[in-house]
């Protein structure tokens, strides 16, 4: 059966095509999207060296094994050890692996080889053991007493791993003779010297899902609700907090099946919104002419040639009101579409075409500055890069006007075009997202609370909500600092949750959101998203607050804890211990998990990183303010005083152990940090992870819950040091602004990471 015979009607008929059957459509769908006239552009997940063809994707997350550089040997025993152990026969790779998953709850690399250690005792300094003897004798000690505790901890894994220790020790002694000898904190300035320019990835970008729906909606296909989260694949999160890293994701066959399958069901009621839009009715070739000039909104360009005919042979072949749907599913299903391409074009395809990117400050044309391999995103994906960026959609007209003209590169039109975008409605919206995928606001959304009938999914949604007012306020108010966002005197609510949190003075209704001070609340820490959503079904969650206030507020990596924390028996003898103490009705929720982590293998993390930030019990799991609780259990006695005292150990880093801030519950804690250099340096991180979809330096790079790096690209040495100058130029911004963070993001579409690439070489794949 022919394609024509799948959807005509009675009498074969190409205009009468109300009876079509679904399958035919669908298989019509997939037959056009298959053609490569269609599609235009090979479907990869990036870009590899064009020196090196046989390199896999850049979205591959394969792995290749580090083999060692030395060949140091050891011929003698080491503390009464009859074996040696050879630093060229481990494997590097899987030493690291070990590290991150065994040793990094105690040990950190600090740089320079220096590795911490557990509150107390020295810092481990692996430059001790390059030498083969005092190699060997790091082997054995690794191999005899560690971890801590649990001295045949290095031997657990899935598989017996006999090498455990030797791979352990040579990936710590390694890292010591790759690292620069001064620590972070002596290492010069980031901007001084030779710095590279800072090139990103070359890559194509897959929408996300609000960008998939955001775009849909300013195109006047669907209306804002039509399509929702929940229809789409999900997203590539990479980090902790919920925002897209969508830069290397592959259309897999499963994801591909969903967005046919959506752009099928949508077929039909676009295509008659498109129609009634466009006044073409049923003549052919108006409806065709105005289907041409929709798909190069939809593919954010001008139209190839070939896509062109290819288009034109569907409304040819199937009619106005076929034609339309077909046309449009495919468009829906493209990569021209699903994809935002960063490809861009070489220096020289840059020159032939007269592109000016204006003058250094020593006169020299910008272009003849960069090294031949660059690539230089083409004026219309520099407007796509710049809307998305801003907006979270697609390119209006008068961006996609500067690309056809060519008024996108110089600093000049750049900065006119940034404000513009910044300062649009959408911008605040999409503004407003960033704040509430960062601190992860919707988490509170959908969770249930037994004793707390008044929390309701209205509530719930007012409390995701507020996370983006109050981020939006703090954006785009100029005259309000970052630090208001942990630190200031005020919440922005409506009158639901007026009534909620027991405001009894507030004049709004509920679609009224306003600045207000409310006693014992103010900033992040205080939202009732943050604190519901990190706690129980019926109590608070201590942990789950402090581990979520050092990991998205400060950016500190804490990582999963190993999974023998400590032996059965002294489990046993915590878990008797509890039940104790819940028998007596007197054990408050604070007191319940600092009785359960009361073991030496616990105390490795929660002695410093975690139960010191108690101190935030004073909101309970519903997200109301509490200076009392009943107690845990059935005999739980009510009225028990909550203990709100707390510390933060650890300013810089959770190793920072001999910086200590003291605190008097959330909102006090929230004020104390707000100033921290690390609220200013995890806002930029975020940012630019957000814009870009690029990890800023080695520290962002997203982990696995071991702790081992999962990150599918690297940076390079050069990019690491190009990025560090950008690092440090945009937390200048932010402090010559009056820490507003509206300025650093304004200055993230300037950022030579974004106009210029570099293909991902197949060293950078991890």
């Known amino acids: 059966m022919t394609d024509e015979q799948s959807f005509a009607g009675p009498g074969n008929s190409k205009d009468n095509s109300a009876s079509f059957s679904r399958s035919g459509f669908d298989s019509i769908l997939k037959n056009i999207i298959s053609r490569a006239v269609i599609l235009g552009v090979v479907l990869v997940a990036g870009c590899v060296s064009e020196e090196d063809p046989n390199a896999e994707p850049t979205g591959s997350s394969s792995s290749s094994s580090s083999s060692s550089s030395s060949s140091n040997s050891s011929s003698s025993s080491a503390g009464g050890s009859a074996k040696t152990y050879r630093l060229d026969e481990a494997d590097l790779q899987r030493g690291e692996t070990n590290f991150n998953s065994k040793c990094s709850n105690c040990h950190k690399h600090l740089g320079g080889g220096i590795f911490s250690n557990s509150p107390g005792f020295p810092n481990v300094d692996a430059n001790q053991y390059i030498d083969a003897d005092e190699f060997n004798k790091m082997v054995y000690h690794v191999d005899t007493t560690m971890p801590q505790q649990f001295p045949d901890g290095c031997l657990v894994s899935d598989i017996l791993e006999d090498n455990c220790a030797l791979n352990t020790s040579a990936w710590m002694v390694d890292v010591a003779k790759n690292s620069s000898k001064q620590p972070p904190s002596e290492q010069a300035d980031a901007c001084e010297g030779d710095i590279p320019t800072a090139y990103g990835f070359r890559a194509l970008r897959l929408l996300s899902r609000q960008e998939y729906i955001n775009t849909l909606v300013d195109l006047d296909l669907v209306d804002r609700g039509k399509v929702t989260p929940d229809d789409l694949p999900d997203d590539n999160l990479a980090t902790k907090s919920d925002y897209a890293i969508n830069t290397l994701t592959i259309v897999n066959e499963d994801r591909l099946n969903r967005m046919i399958k959506l752009a099928s069901d949508l077929a039909a009621e676009v295509s008659e919104r498109f129609r009634q839009r466009s006044n073409c009715r049923d003549n052919v070739q108006s409806c065709t002419q105005e289907f041409l000039q929709l798909a190069e909104r939809m593919f954010r360009r001008p139209l190839e040639q070939e896509e062109e005919q290819s288009f034109r042979a569907v409304f040819d072949e199937y009619g106005v009101e076929l034609g339309t749907q077909t046309a449009i599913s495919a468009a829906l299903s493209a990569p021209q579409f699903l994809y935002r391409s960063e490809l861009g074009m070489s220096v020289e395809e840059a020159k032939r075409n007269n592109i000016d990117l204006g003058n250094d400050e020593n006169g020299q044309r910008i272009i003849d500055t960069l090294d031949p391999d660059t690539y230089i995103l083409d004026p219309y994906e520099m407007a796509t890069a710049l809307a998305y960026m801003y907006t979270g959609s697609t390119p209006d007209e008068n961006l996609l006007r500067s690309a056809r003209n060519r008024q996108i590169y110089s600093p000049n039109d750049l900065r006119n075009i940034v404000q513009r975008l910044i300062n649009s409605e959408d911008a605040k919206e999409h503004i407003a997202e960033f704040g509430a995928d960062w601190f992860r606001a919707d988490d509170v959304v959908g969770l249930v609370r037994p004793n707390s009938p008044a929390f309701n999914t209205e509530v719930q949604n007012d409390m995701a909500r507020e996370v983006r007012e109050l981020f939006k306020h703090v954006f785009f108010d100029s005259d309000v600092s970052f630090s208001e966002f942990y630190g200031g005197n005020f919440s922005i609510i409506n009158k639901r949750l007026a009534d909620y949190y027991g405001v009894s003075n507030f004049s709004g209704n509920d679609n009224d959101w306003r600045v207000s001070e409310i006693p014992n609340r103010g900033g992040i820490i205080t939202t009732g998203a943050f604190m519901a959503s990190n706690s129980t079904r019926e109590g608070s969650g201590p942990i789950k607050r402090a581990v979520d206030l050092r990991e998205l507020m400060l950016c500190h990596h804490i990582g999963a804890p190993p999974q023998d924390l400590s032996s059965t028996q002294t489990r046993e003898e915590l878990i008797k211990n509890v039940v104790e103490r819940e028998a007596q009705g007197d054990l408050t929720q604070r007191e319940y998990f600092e009785l359960i982590t009361d073991s030496p293998a616990c105390d490795v993390c929660h002695q410093t990183m975690i139960d010191p930030l108690f101190g935030m019990d004073d909101f309970d799991e519903a997200g109301n303010f509490r200076t009392t609780m009943t107690g845990r259990g059935d005999n739980g006695m009510p009225g028990l005083p909550i203990d709100n005292r707390g510390q933060l150990i650890g300013v810089t880093g959770v190793d920072d152990v001999n910086n200590v801030i003291a605190f008097t519950g959330s909102k006090d804690l929230g004020q104390k940090i707000a100033t921290l250099a690390a609220v200013n340096e995890c806002l930029v991180v975020n940012s630019f992870r957000y814009a870009t979809g690029m990890p800023l330096d080695e520290a962002s790079y997203s982990k696995a819950e071991g702790g081992q790096i999962n990150e599918p690209v690297l940076l390079t040495e050069d990019q690491k ?43 950078q794949l991890n």
């Open 721 to 763: 040091r190009a990025f560090a100058c950008t690092k440090q130029n945009l937390l200048k911004t932010l402090n010559d602004s009056n820490n507003n963070p509206k300025a650093v993001y304004e200055m993230m579409g300037k950022l030579n990471a974004v106009m210029f690439r570099k293909t991902i070489s197949s060293d």
